[in-house]
């Protein structure tokens, strides 16, 4: 970037240099800490940009974890920088910390029945329009490592791939795993493609030593479990 738009307005500069547009082209990632926070600042001051203000609120406090933790009167010293927008960063900075908290507490959840799973997979899967597909990849404590997409699209096209949920467990180091759809309709009576899919996925878990714990089927308020129906052996 040239040194001189720094001093000019961000709507001045090329397109692919303003922050929002990166974003929305990159992705947030491509960001750097000074781009993302110009984001949330939207406007800078009198002869600085947003950015230009962002780098120097990084310059002073170093990363964001210092900054959700300085005195208000650390942030007097900035030009431009007025309640509503120190609100706004702390509010983003506190909505980071708490996602960071879910992200903690889902990997010490522990899932040892169709219960567990279904209370925990339900409220996100139980109004969606099509049929998805969830697989819960476990440690051998029976907690979780990661809950990841498989397959999503209409009720006849969402079959999961086999070999790349084991692919995946084996990458995880995952020890078990438990897989789950939801179907649209409500109804929560297994399909044969269903019956033949949890055959198979249990098959392919024994030659990789990846346990297939349970298939779920959700519905609208209730689900099927394979494993509590003795499908699972």
Known sequence: MIRGQHSAGIKNWPPDDRPREKLIRKGAGALSNSELLAILLRTGSAGKSAIDLARAIMEKFGTFRNMSHTDACKWEEFRGLGP????????????????????????????????????????????????????????????????????????????????????????????????AHNHPSASIIPSPEDKKFTQELSAAGKLMAVRLLDHIIIGDGSYFSFADEGFIF
């Open 84 to 179: 509503a927008k120190i609100a706004q960063i702390k509010a983003a900075l506190e909505i980071g910390r708490r996602f960071r908290e879910d992200e903690i507490r889902l990997t010490q959840q522990k899932v040892t029945s169709a219960t567990d799973a279904a209370n925990l997979l339900m409220p996100q899967m139980r109004d969606l329009k099509t049929e998805v597909f969830k697989v819960i990849y476990l440690n051998s404590n029976h907690r979780i490592i990661e809950i990841s997409d498989a397959a999503k699209g209409t009720v006849n096209q969402a079959i999961p791939i086999v070999r790349e949920i084991i692919h995946t467990a084996l990458q995880l180091f995952a020890s078990s795993i438990i897989c």
